[in-house]
């Protein structure tokens, strides 16, 4: 019998290396877009065929990477208020999101919005009558009681980890997704098969883009060259879904790439311009104030502090 593994992890600083650890069998990036002091909380609970994860950051964070191949994920939004951009659909409290294996996930979590991720293997599922297509986006609304029934395994699993046998609460979790997923509701459409809109395809293809040019400075016309859509049309939609322009968007990115390697070991006998000038930063004038207003320090702070540890 497998006992329950938890790990819980607390933020003090923005460390990308981190995040992408505590986020099991998966393969994040988290990107800061809103600048200040970071922290936050990050909650990693194994079951013996599947994990949960629940947490928050103070900070708007986008998460983009790919799910788990062999599994699938049903999230949960625990705030009242509408919350975060995925596919180009909010989500509210209580809205079952589930997600095809290996799906691309691009989700924008605004500060301190707190979530429930609950990913399982497909068999297991299956094994359980619960049959769902594995290319397909589906958003349901839940029930009160059974998203009620959900937070309250969710608390039990915190405070009473050692008392609590993880095959018992697995067959729990299963047992309230098919409530939600045949219901009388769900039946009667209440599930929405969600496709990719073209505005989450121009923010793909945009990230695509500076990915691939990660180590060379970008311009705004190169991306818009590159998408064949419009300036207007481009910009719309990087405000709407991060309350950026493309060109703001390009300044974040590249910072967050440079935080991300000062806090690489194998680069402490570098100088911070040589490491600037790997991310395609040719501005080094504003670079260290600009730095400082997205990370809530100075790129030497965040350098000496991976060198001296």
Not at 12 to 21: A, D, M, N, R, T
Not at 50 to 67: A, P, R
Not at 105 to 130: A, D, V
Not at 219 to 240: D, W
Request: net charge negative.
């Amino acid at each position: 019998m497998k006992s329950i593994i938890i790990k819980d992890v607390q933020y003090s600083v923005f460390s990308i290396e981190q995040l992408q650890e505590t986020v099991k069998n998966s393969d994040f990036e988290h990107i800061q877009i809103s600048g200040g002091a970071f922290s936050g909380k990050n909650l990693q609970i194994e079951l013996p065929n599947s994990f949960v994860s629940t947490g928050f950051y103070n900070q708007t964070i986008l998460v983009k990477g790919s799910l788990p191949m062999t599994m699938l994920t049903f999230g949960f939004i625990l705030d009242d208020i509408a919350s975060g951009f995925l596919l180009g659909h909010s989500f509210k409290k209580g809205d079952l999101l589930i997600l095809p294996e290996n799906a691309e996930l691009h989700y924008l979590i605004p500060p301190h919005t707190q979530w429930i991720s609950f990913n399982i293997h497909r068999h297991i599922l299956e094994e359980n009558g619960i049959d769902i297509p594995c290319n397909q986006y589906f958003r349901m609304r839940s029930i009160p009681s059974e998203f009620n029934a959900l937070l309250t395994i969710m608390r039990q699993l915190i405070v009473n980890k050692d008392e609590i046998i993880g095959e018992d609460v697995e067959d729990r979790l299963i047992d309230i997704i098919r409530e939600i997923i045949f219901s009388d509701e769900a039946l009667n459409l209440r599930a929405q098969k969600i496709s990719i809109p073209t505005k989450a395809n121009i923010i793909k293809q945009a990230q695509e883009y500076l990915a691939e040019y990660s180590n060379v400075p970008i311009k705004v016309n190169q991306i818009i060259n590159e998408l064949n859509c419009s300036h207007r049309t481009v910009n719309y939609t990087f405000k709407e879904a991060f309350g950026l322009t493309l060109q703001q968007y390009i300044k974040i990115t590249k910072l967050n790439q440079l935080n991300y390697i000062l806090q690489d070991h194998e680069n402490k006998n570098k100088t911070i311009v040589e490491l600037a000038k790997l991310c395609g930063i040719s501005h080094m004038g504003r670079l260290a104030q600009e730095y400082r207003a997205l990370f809530n320090e100075y790129p030497k702070d965040t350098f000496n502090r991976i060198k001296q540890s």
